[in-house]
């Protein structure tokens, strides 16, 4: 006779068991199918389209040929520019949140409560304010009151603009993970040795947050140069035949080139070739950022 | 004479420089109101005044008495955007906006243009039938959520509870991976592929359709779902496991019996955030749904969603007309109906799980 | 209480609050200069809060008050017009985690130096070797000034941060439990070094280790759920307590 602990359940609870298992399982799995799916899809196609030429070269006739080089380069000016508006603004705000604000304080909640909102907030929304507001209130204020004509259009400026917003939660809230990762006793023996609050921060806190601070900057870069919704309509433009110059020219950017090669090029079989390789350097450039980022937070932690 | 320790010391710069900061950690609460303000200023134009749009022949003079009353400054002083295609308008700034064109009168209010069931924006009696937007919208929300929300969940308890520690550690990287996916490489994918699986498979008369659009949307939902379910799954105490291990049940009952009812709210809270970003998502919803608008609420027929209508359109409309008008109108819906949802997570449900497990 | 030693601190019916919750009862006593006293009691006695109240550490937490007369040579510390930054630099303070920031063992040792003011590198330099060797700690890590405070072991660590405390030339040093994290052998250092700084400090010392207090302190307080129970020369403390509630405390009745 089996011993009570080797007794088995019932069948049917067994089963139950079973499925409710393999039904989560499969979930996983499926999820994991779907994403090895599209990376083997883009690789297949569209790998042997990527040469040194696709790379460096402009596009040409119509888009139908050639190489990605003005929106590679367009959207690298995009996301540096993004960094240095937003980064700074998004660290600043961190350092609020866990040197300054008391945790229980109004206006500490309403500045979390801002961060958590702002990202939930439709990407296209921020399209619409980056109109709105960058262009339509801003450049066109600029203009009004220098008299010159190159801020009240869409352009790089004002698309770096929107994105430093966009992704203005990403950096805040990877910041704040990484000055929260400080120990306190740091903070206390710089206090106790007379230093005030502010050279704790910048000679103590901040150095020993540096890493959380590049993590954060890099997953906005990352988030940033993929983003399509929000720059459609503040410079944008579908094809260049030199690179931005200026802050105020328009540019190319790979994420709208992709959209724009799938559903309004003239003859988009043609181009199928062209518009995997296109998604293969994006996802490529989002990857090696976001990879960085993780590579950059594990040394975090581990340190 | 004073004691050392009352030396004053006097660091204007470290003064500034905290209040730099404080007044730096307001510009997110100060995007917010912008962003509103903004998105929902030049929603106004078209409740507020009439003098937009396709202007009314026949009225020239009502229109030239009604001009100080309807007067928009933002619309006509800043934005200095010409009202109508003519550029001979623009020497006319005070009339422009009442246009000299030969067209047929329509004198539908606003409301009669929305409350319609056609989306036609263009052309000499533009309908702004929102009706097929919001059947869309939702169709494809639904469909997202229908698709996304379970085989979120099921992924997290599956690597929380069930996974072997090896396929665990390449499952949640992997969703992670998704997250940071561009969204118009997977409406790339639905448009190549899916569609083409999708009708292959099911015979669909329509190749691209809400169907299509809502995997498509799926795969934006699901890391977030993911995400937010994992960290609810974790939150919840490990001693609660522990005692129903103890009491005999197997790890599946208690996984689905006891972690996954006591991280609900969290669960809930995940459902909505991914209805959120299946509601606002633009790239994937104008890639994969067929775009266009249609009154249908069957899966396999095109779709168009609000933030889709907005990201098709806006390109092309005339600046400070109707048509742009009411794509700001849609852009303030996306915006209220986005900060409701991320309201209601922060304040009704954190505060249930907080209540659940620290008894305040 | 004979005093031989002028007073370098004083309280006088000094509580202190976290929000509504009072910690500290009513605290009266007078701390003699270079001599170490000693605060003892169970943990949650309140021996850290007022020690972290001399040099107005509390500050920092959200929500904490004082109440009543904490002076440092006469000045109250809680008076409006006291420089917290100048107070701190008098009242030097090791902690119980003795973490020293992660640079290098020179920097440690300078960083509260230049805070306020340039120093010469040559000044710097001899500062750094006598905080040092008032530590003790000069023949252990000469060679590797411009190494990483982090590879020090973590009775090496501590007396770099008693070096970094001394090094902006304080009156005062507060040492909250400096020896708990330590082994016995690092310990013994700590107290060896804690008996020569007092010919130049005045001593605080927070233990939980009675045989330290008898063995360091010239004077020991004894706490007890927030109250100043006794405070005498250590010897007549440990000897001949007053109260009931500090003989059955030194006696290992309870605790």
Redesign the interface.
């Known amino acids: 006779m089996k011993h009570t602990f080797t007794q088995d ?1 019932g069948i049917s609870k067994r089963l ?2 079973f499925v ?2 393999a ?10 199918g ?2 090895l ?2 990376f083997g ?2 690789l297949a196609e569209g790998g042997p389209s990527i040469t040194w030429d696709f790379i460096t070269d402009f596009p040409r006739n119509s888009n139908t040929e050639g190489g990605i080089f003005p929106a590679l380069a367009g959207t690298t000016f995009l996301v540096l520019l993004m960094t240095l508006m937003g980064v ?2 998004g660290t ?2 961190a ?3 866990t040197e ?5 304080s109004r ?1 500490a909640r ?2 979390r ?6 990202a ?10 980056g ?3 960058f262009v ?2 801003v450049g ?2 600029i203009d ?1 009151a220098t008299g010159s004509v190159a801020f ?1 259009d869409g352009s790089l400026l004002w698309s770096s603009a929107t994105l430093a ?1 966009l992704t ?2 990403v950096v ?1 809230v990877s910041v704040e993970e990484a000055l929260r990762a400080v ?1 306190r ?15 704790t921060i910048t ?2 806190v901040v150095p ?1 947050a540096t890493s959380g601070i590049l993590t954060g900057s890099i997953l906005a870069v ?2 940033g ?5 929000a720059i ?2 503040v410079g944008v433009t579908y094809s260049s035949e030199v690179l931005p110059s200026a802050v105020t020219d328009k540019f190319m950017h790979l ?2 080139h ?2 724009v090669l ?2 309004q090029s003239p003859d988009v079989e043609a181009t ?1 070739p062209l ?1 995997y390789a296109t ?1 293969i350097v ?2 490529a450039l ?2 090696l950022l ?1 990879f960085t980022a ?1 590579f950059v937070r594990s040394r975090l932690s581990t340190r | 004479m004073l004691h050392p320790f009352q030396q004053p ?1 006097r ?1 204007p710069l ?1 003064t500034l ?2 209040w ?3 007044a ?6 100060v ?2 109101f ?2 509103f303000l ?2 929902f ?2 929603t106004l134009s078209l409740f507020v005044s009439t003098d937009h749009g396709q202007p009314v022949a026949d009225d020239v003079t009502g229109q030239m008495d009604d001009g100080p009353e309807v007067y928009n400054p933002p619309q006509l002083e ?4 010409p009202e109508v295609y003519n550029p001979e308008t623009g020497g006319l700034p005070e009339t422009s906006s009442t246009g000299q064109q030969q067209e047929q009168p329509d004198e539908r209010t606003v409301w009669e243009k929305l409350f319609h069931d056609v989306w036609q924006p263009v052309g000499e009696q533009p309908k702004f039938g929102l009706l097929p937007l919001i059947i869309g919208t939702a169709k494809t929300t639904f469909i997202a959520i229908l698709i996304g929300a ?2 979120g ?3 997290a ?3 929380a509870f ?2 072997p520690r090896r ?1 665990r550690n ?2 949640k ?3 992670e ?2 997250a ?6 997977i ?3 639905c ?3 899916v569609a083409t699986f999708v009708q292959e498979t099911l015979g669909v008369e329509f190749r691209l359709n809400a169907l299509v659009g809502g995997i498509g949307l799926s ?1 934006a939902v ?1 890391p977030i779902v ?1 995400a937010i379910t994992e960290d609810a799954l974790s939150a919840v105490p490990k001693s609660l496991r522990a005692a129903s291990l103890a009491l005999g049940s ?4 208690t ?2 019996r006891v972690m996954l009812p006591a991280a609900a709210p969290g669960v809930i809270a995940a459902v909505i ?1 991914g209805v ?2 299946a ?5 994937i919803a ?2 994969a749904t067929g775009n266009a608008p249609m009154v249908s609420w069957a899966a396999a027929t095109p779709a168009r969603t609000f ?1 889709a209508t ?2 098709s359109e ?2 092309e409309v005339v ?1 400070g007309s109707e048509h742009y008008g009411v ?2 109108l849609l ?1 303030t819906l ?2 209220v109906v ?2 409701s ?3 209601l997570t ?1 304040l009704y449900v954190k505060k249930r799980l907080i209540k659940r497990f620290q008894g305040k | 209480m004979a005093k031989e030693y002028p007073t370098k601190i004083s309280a006088r019916d000094f509580s202190v609050f976290y929000g509504p919750k009072q910690a500290l009862f009513d605290i009266s006593l007078q701390i003699p200069q270079n001599r170490v006293t000693a605060f003892i009691g169970p943990s949650g006695c309140g021996k850290s809060t007022f020690l972290r109240s001399i ?1 107005r ?1 509390n500050d ?1 937490i ?1 929500g904490a008050t004082g109440q009543g007369a904490l002076t440092v040579d006469g000045i109250d510390v809680y008076d409006k017009s006291v420089n917290v ?5 008098k ?3 090791v ?1 119980q ?1 003795s ?1 020293p ?2 640079k290098s063992i020179y920097e440690n040792i300078t ?2 130096l230049t ?2 003011e340039k120093v010469s590198r040559s000044e710097l330099d001899h500062i750094v070797e006598q905080s040092l060797r008032r530590a003790a700690l000069w023949d252990e890590v000469k060679d590797r000034l411009h190494h990483s405070a982090m590879g020090l072991s973590g009775g090496q660590q501590q007396r770099l ?1 008693i070096a ?2 001394v090094a ?1 030339n304080p009156e005062i040093l507060l040492m909250d439990e400096p020896c708990s994290a330590l082994d016995p052998i690092s310990t013994g250092k700590v107290e060896e070094l804690i008996t020569e700084l007092k010919d130049t400090y005045t001593i605080v010392l927070v233990t939980h280790n009675m045989q330290q207090a008898a063995r360091v302190s010239d004077y020991t307080g004894f706490f007890l759920m927030g109250r100043l129970i006794e405070f005498d020369r250590t010897r007549t403390l440990f000897t001949s307590p007053a109260k009931k509630e500090t003989e059955d405390y030194i006696t290992g009745r309870f605790g």
């Open positions: 359940l139950l068991g409710a298992v039904t989560a399982a499969t979930a996983a799995v499926a999820v994991l779907i994403l799916g599209m899809q883009f700074p603004v600043a705000t350092i609020y949140l300054f604000a008391r945790q229980d206006f309403s500045v409560f801002a961060v958590n909102t702002l939930g907030v439709p990407s296209i929304v921020f399209g619409l304010f109109v709105g507001f339509q209130f066109v204020g009004a009240g917003v203005l939660p805040i120990p006793e740091l903070r206390e023996a710089s206090l106790a040795l007379g230093a005030t609050r502010w050279q000679k103590v020993n990352g988030r140069a993929g983003e399509v919704a459609l309509f994420g709208y992709l959209y799938a559903t199928m518009q998604t994006l996802l989002t990857f976001n993780i | 010391q660091r470290e420089a905290e730099s900061i404080r730096v950690a307001s510009v997110s609460i995007v917010i912008l962003i903004f998105v200023r030049e800043d934005l200095d955007v379970p085989l969940i099921l992924a308890l599956y690597t069930f996974a396929l390449v499952i990287p992997a969703i991976l998704l940071g996916f561009p969204s118009v490489v409406g790339f994918f448009l190549v592929t795969l699901i993911y197997s790890e599946w009952q996984a689905y955030l959120g970003r509601f606002g998502e633009t790239m104008i890639m933030a907005i990201g806006m390109g600046w794509l700001f852009g996306l915006f986005s900060f949802l991320n309201a922060e | 040099n550490m920092l959200d930054s100048v107070l701190r630099r009242i030097g303070m902690f985690k973490i920031f992660p960083y509260g805070l306020l941060c970094r405390a902006v």
